[in-house]
């Protein structure tokens, strides 16, 4: 429908565009509707690896036009074969691919007709970049605007054909969701690593374009790694332009990939990834030797088969089990009950008077007279504690692990982990195999054991650590329902964290069953369980469902807990999160200023959660519309987390950089380079160079420095792709960030 020239912007920047406009004798109603939509969605978008719109407008005869960023790059496949990338740089750059579609699908924009050609690549540096274009038979999934614009007659066909869903090649709109975005994308990525379709070319005499749309409907793709060896010579050529022969590649492509991709290419869109992130996450998993999310449905399927081929001996078996365990658990039950209730509760006051007598000393020992008129940090307080401790209660082992668990947990949650993991290792030593409140004792220790590992990254041990606190919880005679569950639950995110979603989500909706069923809907534990089932949700990528599970949360702590509370400020941000992800951006900024208004009421003035609130309610005013007071709240958070943080963390980091990006947009070019370099410089501090995924943020800086004539200082940046550190003073501003006011929350 459209005709793309280069052309060359003179004035106010001079620079190489790209100009779309319709062709002549094209602009029917339909045409100009669909090319408006096209121009109105590349506008809501704003992605470094999607194509930015520059104006728009409408020619002196009335066609209209807009005008893009000049793409001087090669579609993806082309690109991927010239330069010879292996299979894991192509994987790369596929993943930064789904990134731009997610985006898009989080602004309510399908694209449609996702190919090689509307994926184009350029290395700038030692970086490669995609950028996403053609959004021209787009579909809208939440903005009004989009949906007037265009749509789609039953009975045409949509798309390029090689590169059709299994719904779109029914010539109907039914079943168009994102997902059909993912069934393309597990087209492009069959092609990338095979150079193969899953099948055949529209091109092809051989093959009729009505038979090309049969397979796709009814066929099943053969796996990659079998098609590949199946092909003879040609897979000599095709391996060769990936840096590899042919068995080697089979080999790569074995078991995860072949998993991916045919997840990808299912059917039925309901047994497809529920997401492109899902898509992604399960690459990134493959990468970093995790178990995939597509292998693990499959060893499930398998182990019903066997229930089914053998389900009389498995339910003889399986209740043998169950009527020993239910035996031996009463045993158990009467013969601790007599041992604990004998003296436990003159054993428990004086366990609890020693502690305190112990704690009260310590912090006597922070008065300032005492401590030389300084007064004491916390983390030289819980030093302290942990000195005296090895010379103080030798005898006394119940009350020494007690202290050393206390001070322990202190030392995770100030971020010390490895001062906490010996304390907490001498803790459950002294607790050894005690009954009652002793192995309760040891298993708490045990908790904060597996929360040290997990901040170190050693997850194996941690898993090992928490597994045993619940197995403790579940033997230790009395009602220990509450325990297990948030236990189930922190090993949910243990599970999350270390990108084995299966077993998150079989843990999650554990902890949530086994607390509701005991406390109702009216428990704060289950609001806790249901948002941390809510995280796992987000990561695995079922953003609705994990929505639905932060607003069930958040509605029992609204209902159990009094207002203010910083417990509910957190459950409204995480709220707020789900609603932006899902396009809902008025109802998101709205659950982000009661989020701000408990931070505020109930944090000290510089508290770090109040900084990420400010952030994210930034991000949602100047998406709906406010951005001027959108900016001035980022710039506040920023501001606030330099002074608890310093510039030198990955999360002020990518702050700076997303606002520096957001005010590259306005007038304001002085402050967007003052961010962006200020971001920039974080990261190379921390990490080194800044170029790889940081190399679009570093081609913006570029990018801002020229408009603003600053053409030396750009030059030297693009050549060495560093930056040097930011001028404390900042900018000089029309608006800067020190006289910037952040909007009224209220």
Same mark, same amino acid.
């Given at each position: 429908?459209?005709?793309?020239?280069?052309?060359?912007?003179?004035?106010?920047?001079?620079?190489?565009? &790209?100009?779309?406009?319709?062709?002549?004798?094209?602009?029917?109603?339909?045409?100009?509707?669909?090319?408006?939509?096209?121009?109105?969605?590349?506008?809501?978008?704003?992605? *470094?690896?999607?194509?930015?719109?520059?104006?728009?407008?409408?020619?002196?005869?009335?066609?209209?036009?807009?005008?893009?960023?000049?793409?001087?790059?090669?579609?993806?496949?082309?690109?991927?074969?010239?330069? +010879?990338?292996?299979?894991?740089?192509?994987?790369?750059?596929?993943?930064?691919?789904?990134?731009?579609?997610?985006?898009?699908?989080?602004?309510?924009?399908?694209?449609?007709?996702?190919? @090689?050609?509307?994926?184009?690549?350029?290395?700038?540096?030692?970086?490669?970049?995609?950028?996403?274009?053609?959004?021209?038979?787009?579909?809208?999934?939440?903005?009004?605007?989009?949906?007037?614009?265009?749509?789609?007659?039953?009975?045409?066909?949509?798309?390029? @054909?090689?590169?059709?869903? @299994?719904?779109?090649?029914?010539?109907? =709109?039914?079943?168009?969701?994102?997902?059909?975005?993912?069934?393309?994308?597990?087209?492009?990525?069959?092609?990338?690593?095979?150079? %193969?379709?899953?099948?055949?070319?529209?091109?092809?005499?051989?093959?009729?374009?009505?038979?090309? %749309?049969?397979?796709?409907?009814?066929?099943?793709?053969?796996?990659?790694?079998?098609?590949?060896?199946?092909?003879?010579?040609?897979?000599?050529?095709?391996?060769?332009?990936?840096?590899?022969? *042919?068995?080697?590649?089979?080999?790569?492509?074995?078991?995860?990939?072949?998993?991916?991709?045919?997840?990808?290419?299912?059917?039925?869109?309901?047994?497809?990834?529920?997401?492109?992130?899902?898509?992604?996450?399960?690459?990134?998993?493959?990468?970093?030797?995790? *178990?995939?999310?597509?292998?693990?449905?499959?060893?499930?399927?398998?182990?019903?088969?066997?229930?089914?081929?053998?389900?009389?001996?498995?339910?003889?078996?399986? &209740?043998?089990?169950?009527?020993?365990?239910?035996?031996?658990?009463?045993?158990?039950?009467?013969?601790?009950?007599?041992?604990?209730?004998?003296?436990?509760?003159?054993?428990?006051?004086?366990?609890?008077?020693?502690?305190? /007598?112990?704690?009260? +000393?310590?912090?006597?020992?922070?008065?300032?007279?005492? &401590?030389?008129?300084?007064?004491?940090?916390?983390?030289?307080?819980?030093?302290?504690?942990?000195?005296?401790?090895?010379?103080?209660?030798?005898?006394?082992?119940?009350?020494?692990?007690?202290?050393?668990?206390?001070?322990?947990?202190?030392?995770?949650?100030?971020?010390?982990?490895?001062?906490?993991?010996?304390?907490?290792?001498?803790?459950?030593?002294?607790?050894?195999?005690? #009954?009652?409140?002793?192995?309760?004792?040891?298993?708490?220790?045990?908790?904060?054991?597996?929360?040290?590992?997990?901040?170190?990254?050693?997850?194996?041990?941690?898993?090992?650590?928490?597994?045993?606190?619940?197995?403790?919880?579940?033997?230790?005679?009395?009602?220990?329902?509450?325990?297990?569950?948030?236990?189930?639950?922190?090993?949910?995110?243990?599970?999350?964290?270390?990108?084995?979603?299966?077993?998150?989500?079989?843990?999650?909706?554990?902890?949530?069953?086994?607390?509701?069923?005991?406390?109702? /809907?009216?428990?704060?534990?289950?609001?806790?369980?249901?948002?941390?089932?809510?995280?796992?949700?987000?990561? =695995?990528?079922?953003?609705?469902?994990?929505?639905?599970?932060?607003?069930?949360?958040?509605?029992?702590?609204?209902?159990?807990?009094?207002?203010?509370?910083?417990?509910?400020?957190?459950?409204?941000?995480?709220?707020?999160?789900?609603?932006?992800?899902? +396009?809902?951006?008025? #109802?998101? #900024?709205?659950?982000?200023?009661?989020?701000?208004?408990?931070?505020?009421?109930?944090?000290?003035?510089?508290?770090?959660?109040?900084?990420?609130?400010?952030?994210?309610?930034?991000?949602?005013?100047?998406?709906?519309?406010?951005?001027?007071?959108?900016?001035?709240?980022?710039?506040?958070?920023? /501001?606030?987390?330099?002074?608890?943080?310093? *510039?030198?963390?990955?999360?002020?980091?990518?702050?700076?950089?997303?606002? +520096?990006?957001? %005010?590259?947009?306005?007038?304001?070019?002085?402050?967007?380079?003052?961010?962006?370099?200020?971001?920039?410089?974080?990261?190379?501090?921390?990490?080194?160079?800044?170029?790889?995924?940081?190399?679009?943020?570093?081609?913006?800086?570029?990018?801002?420095?020229?408009?603003?004539?600053?053409?030396?200082? &750009?030059?030297?940046?693009?050549?060495?792709?560093?930056?040097?550190?930011?001028?404390?003073?900042?900018?000089?501003?029309?608006?800067?960030?020190?006289?910037?006011?952040?909007?009224?929350?209220?």
């Amino acid at each position: 429908m459209g005709v793309v020239y280069l052309a060359e912007q003179t004035e106010p920047i001079r620079r190489q565009v &790209a100009v779309k406009l319709i062709k002549v004798g094209m602009d029917t109603h339909e045409v100009v509707a669909r090319f408006r939509m096209e121009r109105q969605a590349l506008a809501l978008m704003s992605h *470094p690896y999607i194509a930015t719109v520059i104006d728009a407008g409408s020619t002196v005869r009335g066609r209209p036009f807009f005008v893009m960023e000049y793409v001087p790059g090669d579609p993806i496949t082309e690109f991927c074969d010239a330069q +010879g990338l292996d299979t894991a740089a192509r994987l790369d750059l596929f993943l930064r691919v789904c990134d731009g579609v997610q985006h898009a699908h989080q602004k309510g924009v399908i694209h449609r007709d996702l190919k @090689p050609s509307n994926i184009l690549v350029q290395r700038l540096e030692n970086d490669l970049v995609p950028k996403i274009i053609d959004f021209g038979i787009a579909k809208s999934t939440g903005h009004q605007i989009l949906q007037q614009a265009a749509s789609t007659r039953a009975g045409m066909l949509i798309g390029t @054909p090689e590169y059709l869903s @299994p719904e779109q090649a029914s010539l109907t =709109e039914a079943g168009v969701d994102t997902r059909t975005d993912v069934y393309a994308l597990g087209v492009l990525l069959y092609e990338l690593l095979t150079g %193969l379709l899953p099948f055949g070319r529209s091109s092809d005499p051989e093959t009729p374009l009505d038979e090309i %749309l049969r397979r796709i409907r009814l066929g099943d793709p053969a796996k990659p790694s079998t098609r590949l060896l199946a092909l003879g010579a040609e897979a000599e050529t095709l391996a060769a332009s990936r840096r590899t022969n *042919p068995p080697a590649l089979a080999r790569r492509l074995r078991r995860d990939l072949d998993w991916i991709i045919l997840r990808a290419l299912e059917k039925n869109p309901s047994q497809r990834y529920g997401s492109v992130s899902a898509l992604a996450s399960d690459i990134r998993r493959h990468l970093h030797s995790h *178990p995939v999310e597509a292998r693990t449905g499959a060893r499930g399927y398998a182990a019903r088969l066997f229930v089914r081929r053998h389900r009389y001996g498995v339910t003889v078996f399986a &209740a043998s089990i169950v009527a020993l365990a239910m035996v031996a658990f009463v045993l158990a039950v009467q013969a601790r009950r007599i041992a604990l209730e004998r003296d436990t509760a003159s054993r428990e006051a004086a366990t609890s008077k020693r502690v305190a /007598e112990f704690l009260v +000393g310590l912090f006597e020992d922070t008065n300032p007279h005492r &401590a030389r008129n300084r007064e004491k940090s916390a983390v030289e307080i819980v030093d302290q504690g942990a000195d005296r401790i090895r010379t103080e209660l030798s005898g006394e082992s119940r009350i020494r692990a007690e202290i050393l668990l206390s001070i322990g947990t202190v030392y995770v949650n100030l971020g010390r982990a490895e001062r906490a993991e010996s304390l907490l290792k001498e803790a459950i030593s002294l607790s050894g195999t005690g #009954e009652g409140e002793i192995s309760l004792l040891k298993a708490r220790a045990l908790e904060s054991l597996a929360l040290a590992d997990k901040h170190q990254n050693r997850f194996s041990d941690a898993y090992q650590s928490q597994l045993e606190a619940i197995a403790i919880y579940r033997r230790t005679p009395g009602d220990h329902t509450l325990e297990t569950g948030l236990a189930l639950a922190q090993l949910a995110e243990l599970y999350a964290d270390s990108a084995q979603m299966q077993e998150a989500l079989r843990t999650g909706r554990e902890a949530d069953r086994i607390l509701t069923e005991r406390f109702g /809907e009216r428990h704060t534990a289950v609001a806790t369980a249901r948002y941390v089932l809510g995280q796992v949700l987000r990561m =695995e990528g079922s953003v609705p469902e994990a929505t639905e599970m932060h607003r069930q949360s958040l509605e029992i702590l609204l209902r159990e807990l009094k207002r203010p509370s910083p417990e509910i400020a957190t459950a409204f941000h995480e709220y707020a999160n789900g609603l932006s992800m899902l +396009g809902r951006h008025k #109802e998101a #900024e709205a659950q982000m200023r009661e989020a701000v208004r408990d931070c505020e009421a109930t944090l000290p003035p510089d508290h770090y959660n109040t900084a990420a609130a400010y952030q994210t309610l930034g991000q949602e005013m100047a998406f709906n519309g406010d951005v001027d007071g959108g900016i001035g709240m980022m710039i506040r958070s920023m /501001e606030m987390e330099e002074r608890l943080t310093g *510039p030198n963390t990955f999360s002020f980091a990518t702050g700076a950089i997303d606002l +520096g990006s957001r %005010l590259a947009t306005t007038p304001r070019l002085e402050e967007s380079a003052f961010w962006l370099r200020k971001g920039l410089a974080s990261l190379q501090r921390e990490f080194g160079n800044v170029g790889g995924h940081a190399g679009e943020a570093v081609a913006l800086y570029v990018k801002v420095l020229r408009q603003l004539g600053r053409g030396t200082e &750009a030059d030297q940046v693009q050549r060495s792709r560093s930056v040097p550190d930011p001028d404390p003073a900042g900018p000089v501003l029309t608006g800067g960030s020190s006289q910037t006011q952040p909007a009224s929350v209220n």
